[in-house]
């Protein structure tokens, strides 16, 4: 088991910018990613990074704008936001992959990732 838990939401304007950051209970050495759903929307993928490589993937609506990054030693994961847009706001979930992937690299399919923290909330105004 491995618990998660997210910090550093809150409420920004337009063009402002947040860091988030996801406390695991262990090094995993799997693939992490933060996750985010809006009210009455599916749960969609933001950014993942794989442990080893570094290596990251992120949603074209954040491409240029968000910064995943993963600090193994401290069993912690990052979300860099900035130049946020009201179509940001969110509740965003750090979530963590159950196995080794391999050359498949880290998906931003939510049903990939098996464990999930609990949420914290982004709210973006114009």
């Known amino acids: 088991q491995v618990q998660l838990v997210e910090s550093g939401g809150g409420s920004v304007q337009a063009g402002g910018s947040l860091r988030l950051s996801c406390a695991a209970s262990?090094?995993?050495?799997?693939?992490m990613g933060w996750f985010r759903q809006a009210p009455g929307k599916e749960r969609e993928g933001v950014a993942t990074?794989?442990?080893?490589?570094?290596?990251?993937y992120y949603a074209d609506s954040v491409k240029g704008r968000f910064t995943v990054s993963r600090d193994n030693a401290k069993n912690t994961l990052y979300l860099q936001m900035n130049s946020l847009k009201p179509e940001d706001s969110a509740m965003y979930y750090c979530a963590s992959d159950r196995m080794w992937r391999g050359s498949a690299g880290c998906s931003l399919e939510k049903g990939t990732y098996g464990y999930w923290g609990q949420g914290t909330q982004v709210t973006v105004s114009s």
């Open positions: 262990r090094y995993t050495g799997y693939c």
């Open positions: 990074i794989q442990s080893g490589s570094g290596r990251t």
